[in-house]
């Protein structure tokens, strides 16, 4: 009889939850907040990690200050140490109809579940939102701490639902309007939208969060096969575009799905961000423990 | 201006009017299919990008309609069946002509016969063949024979063209041409097209060159394609054979070399089966002729073939071979009847005659045991009794009686009458000579009788005298006539020079007649009549197992036997052979293979043209074949993948 296991939640196997468990982000820069988190800051603090030596000035805790050393030398050194803040990070999830094509909704959730498990475990604060409908609010999950909130996030995801037309652009601009906190934004879009990134990109940087934007596509977008002439009709917003001789075009269409991708890494690159297009037939697996850690997104 | 095309059927233009319908569903658009994805975003940049970066946007947006369209115009082009103008004038019903005479079965270097070269072009004809044209096939030798009705039908215009063959006759394009003739007064001819080696026949211009001469006023155009001539050619132009003594004969074969260059043959002379004599080698230069002679000694009838084994080029082989029939030689049967004792002396003196009545057996017509040719009863019968002209005779000489049929025509007067002119040329007034001969009797003309009237009944005037004609011969079938019109004995005749001169020429064409002097080989075409049992049906097997089955009448003569073919005909009665003959080529201008340069015609002379007729060429074929190209190319361009898909 063969061994059954329970699986903890449905978005990630377990070997896969056990290995995110043990992984973390890798923000480029420090974006933290001053509460006490695991995240290093640049300024000396009161972590147990030795971080450098500077003259005493008065004023100066003499906790601070190195005995031995001033038992050699007779002066008056003062011991610095490395401060660990909390970061915040943000999950965004596009839940919009176009996600629902081929699998990019289960691969952002799963991706979702993944960064949310890697905050939840390092003690970071995690919130998630998610835009589908543009005449409703979000989908709000409100920040979290600690391993006790794993199960809430998870719920959250596995419980989130699909559908509506909600841009992505306007679900960031919806997001910050309710977020509060520096730290890093996970992107899980198809970034296939008609409006301009550049406006979202520039209110995330300055409201201090460090942009990881995950680009998923369908194989179909990704490299579409076909031919003739055909009437394409937009599964959000219905609307039709006659296109004669598709597959004469499809050299054109590669050209700019490039460069809608490059446009996109290049507006992330710019504001200390990274970018990164997956195609929605990728095993999570291979996305996080083969193109996310050699990339340095995750470690 | 002849480049341009012309239109065998313009109303298909209307059709173009389906370009509306195909532009109008093209752009309705009506079989694209909908698909839904996930987002308009890429598809919208790349569409605009699409329209602002190519200049040739709008016409590579419509490419598919646009070959569409094209495909479209070529069909519709095909439809109007367009035609490339030839050099000839198109005709709507055009007879072709198509010589299939001997001389068309010479090959050339490469061993295609005139025939076949022929039969390319006009079987290019039938492939380029308008939809408004119609042709009838009609092959010319020595008679005319229509092989298709007027038709369109390529099926049956190339089975009729490949059933013309070869015939081994002479030819003669009158019959193509009255033919063709009696075809223009139910069609609208205005064209015939003559395909022939021209090699007909021919008589000496002025200048004593060869001219083609065809008795036949043209009604129509004639377009006449002179087939180019082949090469040295070899044959037998002439065999004969001729009594030269008691069961001895004089054969003569005579050879001749066409004028293309020298020519060499060893010939062989068989006598049923058994050769005779040694081969004879023959070598001619251009367009000269050799006579040979052989002796052959037989009393009894035998075949003589000869045969000519080329040495070198020789492009007819048809006339590489003869045959004779030679006659059991026996004596000159002749009835003259005891009272003539004038034309007895005459005859008594000539050598291997039969005379009957004998001087002390015979003595009332009673014809005794002969064996005379033709299965007459005599040979010859010279006679002034009414009752004698009973008697069954190859040749019969009636002197002092008017022929029953013509004595509606003239009457026999009393008085003197004189000979005004004769025949000197005929075979039986050659060297006769009748000036200040007296005749007591005067055969008179009747009242308004015109000596177009004799003709009219089947007799020649061979002599006229002051008041009619004096002497007839008239030839009845196998038999041959001669009626004096005054009774020899009440003129001046028996006791002239001239006398025995005549009987001499009676007993010499009466020999001819019953086949004892002189034999020739039966030419191709038809058959010489045959004196057999009266009406029984006999078959008659040709050359290359043709069968053909036909009566004799009542006299038992079985005539009018077709032989197109050179070789033997064996005519049967039931399983067993009654006769064999062999039929023969022997033409010369057949052999010689020269082809004229023109045909002269009653009115007008018509040159040949050596080039190949130009006809019109319908461009249906290739129009609709650039559209099939087109709609493959259309097909390739909407299914067609993208090129450079990155992974």
Redesign the interface.
């Given at each position: 009889m063969p061994e059954t296991t329970t699986q903890f939640t449905s978005l990630l196997p377990n070997d896969v939850l056990a290995r995110v468990e043990r992984m973390r982000l890798n923000p480029l820069r420090r974006k933290t907040n001053h509460s006490r988190g695991e995240h290093l800051s640049g300024k000396g603090g009161t972590s147990t990690e030795f971080a450098d030596y500077r003259d005493y000035s008065p004023g100066d805790d003499v906790r601070y200050v190195d005995w031995n050393i001033f038992a050699r030398i007779n002066h008056p050194y003062l011991k610095l140490y490395k401060h660990e803040e909390e970061m915040h990070v943000v999950l965004l999830v596009d839940a919009s109809?176009?996600?629902q094509?081929e699998g990019?909704f289960e691969l952002a959730r799963q991706l979702a579940a993944a960064f949310g498990v890697m905050g939840l475990f390092n003690v970071e604060r995690v919130s998630a939102y998610s835009c589908s409908e543009q005449s409703a609010d979000p989908l709000i999950l409100p920040p979290c701490t600690g391993r006790s909130s794993l199960r809430r996030l998870l719920t959250f995801l596995e419980e989130l639902p699909g559908g509506g037309e909600f841009p992505i652009e306007a679900a960031i601009e919806e997001a910050l309007k309710r977020h509060r906190g520096r730290g890093a934004v996970v992107l899980l879009s198809?970034f296939?939208?008609?409006g301009d990134m550049t406006r979202s990109f520039n209110l995330l940087h300055s409201a201090g969060l460090e942009i990881f934007a995950l680009q998923i596509l369908?194989p179909?977008?990704l490299?579409p096969?076909?031919?003739?002439?055909?009437?394409?009709?937009?599964?959000?917003?219905n609307?039709?575009?006659?296109?004669?001789?598709v597959?004469?075009?499809?050299?054109?269409?590669?050209e700019?799905?490039?460069a809608?991708s490059n446009h996109l890494a290049a507006l992330c690159r710019k504001r200390q961000g990274r970018f990164l297009t997956v195609s929605s037939e990728e095993d999570v697996k291979s996305v996080l423990f083969d193109r996310l850690l050699r990339r340095g997104w995750v470690r | 201006m002849s480049w341009l095309p012309g239109i065998t059927t313009p109303l298909a233009a209307w059709l173009f009017a389906l370009l509306v319908p195909l532009v109008v569903f093209y752009f309705l658009k009506l079989r694209r299919p909908r698909m839904e994805i996930p987002s308009l975003a890429l598809w919208r940049s790349v569409i605009e990008d699409q329209r602002v970066n190519s200049p040739f946007q709008k016409f590579k947006r419509n490419l598919l309609l646009l070959l569409q369209m094209a495909c479209l115009c070529l069909l519709v082009l095909a439809a109007m069946q367009p035609f490339v103008r030839g050099g000839a004038e198109q005709a709507t019903y055009l007879p072709i002509l198509i010589d299939n005479s001997a001389s068309m079965a010479a090959t050339d270097a490469e061993g295609r016969s005139r025939l076949d070269v022929a039969k390319d072009e006009v079987r290019d004809i039938i492939d380029n063949l308008l939809s408004d044209q119609r042709l009838t096939l009609i092959s010319v030798s020595d008679s005319a024979q229509r092989m298709t009705e007027f038709t369109d039908n390529r099926r049956v215009l190339l089975d009729a063209l490949d059933a013309i063959q070869v015939a081994d006759v002479p030819s003669r394009p009158e019959e193509g041409l009255q033919l063709a003739q009696a075809l223009a007064r139910t069609f609208e001819i205005s064209t015939v097209r003559f395909y022939s080696d021209g090699n007909l026949p021919t008589r000496p211009d002025g200048a004593g060159k060869p001219m083609a001469v065809v008795d036949f006023d043209l009604p129509f155009d004639l377009q006449f394609h002179k087939l180019d001539e082949p090469a040295a050619n070899i044959g037998i132009t002439a065999f004969n054979a001729r009594k030269s003594g008691q069961d001895r004969w004089d054969v003569f074969v005579r050879i001749e070399g066409s004028t293309a260059g020298q020519t060499a043959a060893q010939v062989e002379l068989s006598a049923n089966g058994e050769p005779v004599g040694s081969p004879e080698s023959v070598v001619l230069e251009a367009g000269q002729s050799q006579r040979l002679v052989f002796r052959y000694d037989s009393a009894d009838a035998a075949s003589l073939t000869v045969r000519l084994q080329p040495d070198g080029t020789d492009s007819l082989a048809a006339d590489n071979l003869a045959h004779l029939e030679l006659p059991i030689s026996r004596p000159l049967s002749v009835y003259c009847p005891s009272e003539l004792v004038s034309y007895r002396h005459s005859l008594e003196v000539l050598s291997d005659i039969e005379l009957s009545p004998g001087s002390d057996a015979e003595s009332g017509g009673d014809p005794g045991v002969v064996t005379p040719g033709l299965g007459a009863m005599y040979d010859l019968v010279i006679s002034d009794q009414a009752h004698d002209r009973n008697l069954e005779a190859s040749t019969s000489f009636i002197t002092g009686l008017v022929p029953e049929d013509v004595q509606s025509l003239m009457t026999v007067e009393e008085g003197l009458a004189e000979v005004i002119d004769w025949q000197r040329d005929n075979r039986l007034l050659q060297h006769v000579q009748f000036a200040d001969m007296d005749i007591t009797e005067m055969p008179t003309l009747a009242d308004g009788v015109e000596e177009a009237e004799f003709e009219q009944l089947g007799y020649e005037i061979l002599a006229h005298g002051n008041t009619g004609p004096l002497i007839l011969q008239r030839r009845e079938g196998p038999n041959l006539s001669f009626h004096l019109l005054f009774h020899t004995d009440r003129s001046t005749l028996p006791y002239r020079v001239g006398f025995p001169v005549l009987i001499s020429n009676l007993v010499a064409l009466a020999r001819e007649q019953a086949n004892l002097s002189d034999v020739r080989g039966a030419p191709t075409g038809v058959l010489p009549s045959m004196v057999l049992k009266p009406e029984r049906e006999y078959r008659v097997t040709g050359p290359n197992e043709s069968s053909a089955t036909q009566s004799s009448n009542a006299e038992g003569v079985l005539k009018g036997i077709a032989a197109r073919e050179v070789g033997t005909y064996a005519i049967r009665e039931g399983s067993q052979i009654v006769q064999q003959i062999g039929a023969s080529l022997l033409d010369a201008t057949e052999t010689s293979l020269h082809g004229v340069d023109e045909i002269h015609f009653r009115e007008l002379t018509i040159d040949a043209t050596t080039e190949a007729a130009t006809t019109d060429r319908p461009l249906w074929p290739w129009l609709a074949f650039a559209a099939f190209g087109v709609l493959l190319g259309e097909w390739w361009l909407y299914l067609r993948r993208p090129g450079g898909v990155p992974a």
């Open positions: 109809r176009s996600m094509f990019k198809d296939l939208t008609l369908s179909t977008e490299d096969e076909l031919t003739g002439d055909l009437r394409f009709v937009d599964s959000e917003t609307q039709t575009l006659d296109v004669s001789s597959g004469e075009l499809l050299g054109l269409y590669h700019h799905r490039e809608l | -």
